[in-house]
């Protein structure tokens, strides 16, 4: 099974920044559209942003101006930089590949998925 390496959760402050990354030693991320979904609490997994094979970004309009995707295709390595951190930005931060495909699904561990990572984020 392929799976994808988060790095980078913690706590902040509440106006702080995060870095999230994530990466494979086995899946090309070239290869495919990569994403990062987030589950905080019981909300519903949420399609935090994307980048698509072509470069084009996604955010969702709670992130949009705050938080910044890149790829580094040389390095095989997703990032996620997050700026202006809210207390709502908290949750378990998930990469995945092909996130299109897990719009509506659960936000767990799977092939194509990290193991999440947590952001904490305080008030």
């Known amino acids: 099974e392929i799976h994808l390496m988060e790095s980078g959760g913690g706590s902040v402050q509440a106006g702080g920044s995060l870095r999230l990354s994530c990466t494979s030693t086995?899946?090309?991320?070239?290869?495919?559209?990569m994403g990062w979904f987030r589950q905080a609490g019981g909300n519903e997994c949420e399609l935090v942003s994307s980048?698509?094979?072509?470069?084009?970004?996604y955010y969702s309009p709670s992130v949009k101006g705050r938080f910044t995707i890149s790829q580094d295709n040389a390095k095989n390595t997703m990032t996620l930089q997050m700026d202006s951190l809210k207390p709502e930005d908290a949750g378990v931060y998930f990469c995945?590949?092909?996130?299109?495909?897990?719009?509506?699904?659960?936000?767990?561990?799977?092939?194509?998925w990290g193991q999440g990572t947590q952001v904490t984020v305080s008030s």
């Open positions: 995945a590949a092909d996130p299109k495909s897990y719009i509506g699904a659960p936000c767990i561990s799977r092939p194509y």
């Open positions: 086995v899946w090309p991320f070239d290869r495919s559209d």
């Open positions: 980048i698509s094979t072509d470069g084009t970004t």
